[in-house]
């Protein structure tokens, strides 16, 4: 079974703060995707990494694809209350997506 | 664009009943997923479609759970009979076919046994 590990699992930062999130495994995805999902709706995909080594730039949003393609990160800069939500990470490998535990992210006014 | 919609968005009842989730996907995907999401163990898919064929029934819990698609518009989730440990937040999503595509998920039916 592939499982992949997110840290960390919750995390309450000031309006303006950075911060950086993990998704990590040991085994090896075709891609990486990472999703945000708000209280009462389902996730939406932020991004899809694909080549090992690869970076995306989502507006203040950063994510990275480990060169193994086993690990990735998402680097928020100057986080605002309104990226508050559960982020989730998810392998593919093949046609099934496994998805990590999330990240309960708050961002206090 | 309407998205993929589930319904019922929330079913309370008691247990050993049947319940019955429903979900349209978006026109024109040719994927279809059943997820089930609890604090405890996360976001799990349970089974999966592909032109309406079930590809990947391995983490459907047990057998009285069933999902069917009987065509590319509609398809159920059953769960008969149902225990409180089945309460948890079910979700579908649809993707244009397989192998990283990204995924597009309803709102999710809130399910509560009592």
């Known amino acids: 079974t592939q499982l992949l590990e997110q840290s960390p699992q919750f995390l309450s930062i000031q309006e303006g703060e950075n911060l950086t999130v993990y998704c990590n495994s040991s085994?090896?995805?075709?891609?990486l995707q990472w999703y945000r999902q708000e209280p009462g709706e389902g996730p939406v995909l932020l991004v899809t990494?694909?080549?090992?080594?690869e970076v995306k730039k989502l507006k203040r949003l950063t994510f990275q694809f480990g060169d193994a393609r086993k690990d990735s990160s998402l680097h928020i800069t100057a986080a605002q209350p309104g990226d508050t939500g559960l982020y989730l990470c998810?392998?593919?490998?093949?046609?099934?997506?496994?998805f990590g535990e999330g990240t309960q992210l708050t961002v206090n006014p | 664009d309407a998205g993929v919609i589930q319904s019922p968005r929330h079913e309370v009842t008691e247990m050993g009943q049947e319940v019955t989730l429903r979900c349209k996907p978006i026109?024109?995907?040719?994927?279809l997923f059943w997820y089930r999401q609890t604090m405890m163990r996360g976001l799990e898919l349970l089974i999966y479609?592909?032109?309406?064929?079930?590809?990947?029934d391995s983490g459907m819990p047990e057998d009285r759970f069933s999902a069917k698609m009987p065509n590319a518009s509609f398809s159920t989730l059953k769960i008969q009979p149902s225990e409180p440990r089945d309460s948890a937040v079910y979700f579908c999503?649809?993707?244009?076919?397989?192998?990283?595509?990204?995924?597009?998920f309803g709102d999710g039916t809130r399910l509560s046994i009592l």
């Open positions: 999503a649809s993707s244009l076919g397989l192998n990283n595509q990204p995924q597009h």
């Open positions: 085994s090896v995805f075709s891609s």
């Open positions: 990494v694909v080549t090992g080594g």
């Open positions: 998810a392998g593919t490998s093949g046609s099934r997506l496994t």
């Open positions: 026109s024109g995907h040719n994927s």
């Open positions: 479609f592909n032109n309406n064929v079930p590809i990947d």
